[in-house]
């Protein structure tokens, strides 16, 4: 049984912060939406015993605090808590020393998140040409296909043969209010097809061009195109290195998102690049190492025979501890 308070919707700000002045707000359950009211876990009487109330269910742990149920303290520490998570799908890293308890790690996370309705596991790291990551099953329903909205787009995703990463999703959306009316977009890499499908929904370019090597991402990427009912997106499957140049367009704005080496195709970039283009050239790199790679980059640009300006060096994210995913938006003058 849970000592809550039962409160109004409306008042539910007002009275959270009461209860966390007091230090009597329970940190150990998730407070409850319920037909119009919430129910804060308490640690004591709040206010008065009248408005106390027990509940015996759907008040539910935090995925961290139930664990302790199911783990021992050395385990504890070796558990990792922090999962990603693309719409109803979580994916997990659980150490070796925990195969053990995988499943029951799984179905924790599951009773503690009422919204996952799948947990896979995190089998490798991003590799090979189409940068993908395999995910095995542990619990929920058992697919790889994630459905995900962002931006006002719906996207579908097969989270284990195609690269996407929902933490691109305040990029795509930094990017979107830098577009102008009536460009034309290069998408290198284009996956899914996460960077057309929100750019094109979100604002005026005249067209875009997606390339992208997988022939699975490309497919998923036609399909988000048609579902989203888009009209100025054109997928092509293929290396851009080939593709690209067959097409025999400038472009105001190219993007390439590869989680790595994306610098190696700065050259086919530079080659479709209109006069005042903007490129978005992604990377990974320690911080110790943002300087060295301003000034390798701009090195690179002039040795390829093309006079750039960095505009901007934007910080998209931690990749490990001082690590972080860098975009440079370069500017061709």
Same mark, same amino acid.
């Given at each position: 049984?849970?000592? $809550?308070?039962?409160? *109004? ?11 966390? +002045?007091?230090?009597?707000? *329970?940190?150990? &359950? ?30 539910? =742990?935090?995925?961290?605090? %139930? ?10 520490? #070796? ?13 997990? !890293?659980?150490?070796? *020393? ?37 995910? *095995?099953?542990?619990?929920? !329903?058992?697919? #790889? ?8 787009? +719906? =996207? ?14 305040? !990029? ?7 577009? #102008? ?11 899914? %097809?996460?960077?057309? @499908? ?36 054109? =997928?092509? $499957? ?11 367009l400038k472009f105001d704005r190219i ?13 086919? %970039? ?6 005042? $283009? ?6 990974? &790199? +320690? ?8 000034? !390798?980059?701009?090195?690179? @640009?002039?040795?390829?025979? &093309?006079?750039v300006v960095l505009e901007n060096f934007?910080? @998209? ?9 860098? @975009? ?6």
């Open positions: 049984m849970v000592e $809550c308070l039962k409160v *109004s919707l409306k008042d539910a700000q007002k009275k959270k912060k009461e209860l966390l +002045d007091k230090n009597v707000l *329970s940190d150990k &359950y998730y407070p409850l939406k319920e037909k119009g009211f919430i129910y804060f876990p308490v640690l004591q009487d709040g206010d008065s015993q009248k408005e106390l109330i027990s509940r015996n269910k759907k008040i539910i =742990l935090p995925f961290k605090k %139930a664990l302790e149920k199911i783990l021992n303290k050395e385990e504890l520490k #070796q558990v990792k808590t922090a999962f990603d998570t693309i719409g109803t799908i979580a994916i997990l !890293e659980i150490p070796e *020393s925990l195969n053990h308890k995988a499943k029951e790690i799984a179905q924790v996370l599951l009773q503690s998140n009422p919204t996952i309705k799948t947990v896979l596991r995190k089998t490798s790291i991003h590799e090979g040409v189409f940068r993908t990551q395999e995910r *095995s099953y542990l619990a929920g !329903e058992d697919t #790889q296909i994630a459905k995900y909205k962002e931006n006002g787009v +719906d =996207l579908e995703v097969n989270v284990s043969e195609v690269y996407f990463s929902v933490r691109l999703s305040t !990029e795509r959306t930094r990017i979107s209010q830098l577009v #102008q009316e009536g460009e034309d977009i290069l998408v290198m890499f284009s996956g899914a %097809a996460p960077y057309p @499908c929100v750019l094109s929904k979100n604002t005026l370019a005249k067209s875009m061009v997606g390339v992208e090597i997988n022939p699975v991402g490309h497919e998923f990427g036609l399909k988000n195109v048609a579902k989203n009912k888009i009209k100025n997106v054109q =997928l092509y $499957c293929g290396d851009v290195r080939e593709v690209v140049p067959k097409l025999n993007i390439m998102p590869l989680p790595k080496t994306a610098e190696q195709f700065l050259d086919v %970039a530079l080659n479709s690049a209109k006069k005042g $283009c903007i490129i978005h050239l992604y990377g990974f &790199y +320690d911080e110790d190492k943002f300087e060295e790679a301003k000034k !390798e980059t701009l090195k690179l @640009c002039k040795e390829l025979g &093309y006079d934007v910080l @998209c994210g931690q990749h490990a501890p001082r690590s972080y995913r860098v @975009c440079f938006d370069l500017k061709v003058e």
